[in-house]
């Protein structure tokens, strides 16, 4: 990954990775709170010799004891020093439990040794490195001592005391909540690499181009209300949602220029990625910029066209399929542009072999010839074969992809589907992309918002108030014969 990948991991996860560091903080402060405080004393030993002589026997004695000295430092944690030293403080404790307490160092080149005491009194701890300190001395004389009862030529001297430390060594409040937030940190930070990595749903453009080389034709905003009012033209035509299908119908016509065929499938992998709002609003894309546009709902399970548009779904494409109707007299005009409409009809108990059917491609071409572009929505192609059956009788597919929905898996198999039966697919949509956040579309337009009010939209349909408009039949007639009437 590139480093934006991982600006964009910690973007996405920032509020997990805030979570944990706070975790981590509060756990510092909670051990520092409940933690025993330790007080630790030092007392420090000057070692010299004994002797007196001239310059070279100093520097030979020198030599000799700093050599010694590193001897010294291993001995002040021996039962020989600290015996004395619990028998004299009436400790209960062992050696070995008491030297587990004591520290003692020498810093290089130097005579010195540095006792340190450990423990949870400040007035014990400077009274056992005041001990020890004693006790090492009287054991390095008798330890040094000639053999014929002569002085030692060794001679250890308190230069620093022991004294009781005002304040404990451990633990330290500010360290620990340093490293308890320095922890949380990257634990989050973990934890976010980890959840990306076992998450595979879709959520960017990046993730999609992992899985696939089609194109992204567009990404349609995420609109709270898509909900309640699916169509574009039920809200501001200046929307970023609306100007979202006018760039997808423009990259579209790039993207299906070299195809002789004018019809375009929509589809996804799963229900509820909102192929049936793209292709809807797609075909009022494509009918606002001057095309004749056929919308044919193909979606023989879940037809949702009618219901967006308003209009009548018991006579549609089955009733056009089993021969009860022409089409011309079942295509129904919406709006003020040339869009007609081809609603799903009755939903029969063999989809797939209708769709399949040679009556079907007839069909299509009867639109491709009457029309400019044809857009049919589609089942979704993972729980049904309709879509994939149907892919191969059209000029090219549109896969809707619902980002925070879909899995990159899902998606691929998708994709392997449309690939088995040859099918063409001209490219991606990515759906519902949040408008803000690192998962936001890179997307900007130029917009104005009008003042004025204006006049209601006939945007909806309905049976109870229809709009004016021809027939069915001479609609059709009149795009077959190449007139372009304009509806009102």
Known sequence: MEL???????RRNWLTIVAIGLIGLLAGGAFSVLSKPVYTAETQLFVATQNSGSVQDLQTGNSFIQARVSSYVVTATTPTVLQPVIDTLGLDVSPQQLSKTIKATSDLKTVLITISVDDGSPVQAAAIAHAVASSLITAVDKLEKPADGGPSPVKLSVVTPATAPAAPSSPNLKINLALGLIVGL?????????RTTLDTRVRSERDLQQITQAPVLGGIAFDADASKSPL???G??????????????????????SHKSKTVLVTSSLPGEGKSTTATNLAIAMAESGQTVALV???????MVATYLGLESRAGLTTALIGQADVKDLMQPWGRNELHVL????IPPNPSELLGSAEMKQLILRLEQAFDAVVIDAPPLLPVTDAAVLAQQVGGVVLVVGCHATKQPQVEKAIATLELVDADLLGVVLNRLPVKGPDAYAYS?????PKIEQSPQPARRSAAAPIQVDTPGDAFDDILQGRTTRRG
Request: aromatic share 10%; proline share 2%.
């Open 343 to 346: 609603t799903s009809g009755r």
């Open 232 to 234: 574009v033209t039920e």
């Open 236 to 257: 501001s035509t200046h929307s970023q949602r609306a100007e979202s299908f006018r760039q997808l119908r423009t990259n579209l016509q790039f993207a299906h220029v």
């Open 297 to 303: 709902d193909a979606d023989l399970r879940r037809p």
């Open 186 to 194: 990257a634990l989050g930070i973990g934890a976010a690499l980890l």
């Open 445 to 449: 337009y130029y917009g104005y918002a």
């Open 4 to 10: 934006q990948d991982y600006i964009r991991i910690l």
